[in-house]
């Protein structure tokens, strides 16, 4: 693995797929990317999470946390091609992503997400809210538990790895961030969405 700058997929994915706890991000300008690979991944996602308690919403009426973070996963098929990403909801910032993943579930991604949100935050000493839309994964999460009806098979080995990675996580830690339900009808999609629907 080479840690650096890459102008696209193809060549990140050669660095990251394979390495346990590799980090990645994308950015829409090389200035921003060149910031944030001189700053290093943990000074750069505190300021990240600093400016967003800087940021407060222009409207009264919102009934979300802007200070929070959002999960989401997206699949291609139910099994399929799974990944799943957290995102900063006052900036729209992507502070991970991971996969895509052969043959997972939607909850599966969700479940992920919500204990990697947790498990980031903790390492980093920030703590926000974590939202998800998928009830079913949060309660996975209170019960610290992932239960899939899915078969383990080789081409999904490395989902069961971090499946079991996250259930020990939630076994061995506690963590004081609320896990809550976004609410899709009233607040429309979120903001951790993918945008396949």
């Excluded at 696209?8 to 944030?36: H, R």
Aim: with cysteine; aromatic share 10%.
């Amino acid at each position: 693995m080479q840690p650096g700058i890459y102008e696209n997929w193809e060549d990140c994915k050669l660095q990251v797929i394979g390495f346990e706890d590799a980090q990645y991000k994308s950015f829409p300008t090389m200035s921003e990317a060149q910031e944030a690979y001189e700053q290093g991944s943990i000074a750069y996602r505190q300021q990240v999470v600093e400016k967003t308690f800087e940021l407060r919403s222009n409207t009264s009426d919102e009934s979300y946390i802007r200070e929070s973070l959002a999960v989401d996963a997206a699949c291609s098929g139910n099994p399929g091609a799974m990944e799943y990403r957290g995102m900063l909801v006052a900036t729209g910032k992507e502070m991970f992503h991971v996969g895509p993943l052969a043959q997972g579930t939607n909850n599966i991604g969700e479940f992920l997400a919500i204990v990697h949100a947790l498990a980031l935050m903790k390492r980093d000493h920030f703590s926000l809210p974590v939202y998800s839309d998928s009830q079913n994964a949060i309660t996975w999460v209170r019960k610290k538990q992932c239960r899939t009806k899915l078969e383990q098979t080789p081409e999904n080995v490395r989902i069961f790895e971090l499946i079991a990675r996250a259930e020990k996580w939630l076994n061995e830690n506690t963590f004081e961030n609320a896990v809550l339900k976004w609410d899709t009808a009233s607040w429309g999609e979120i903001p951790a969405d993918f945008g396949r629907k």
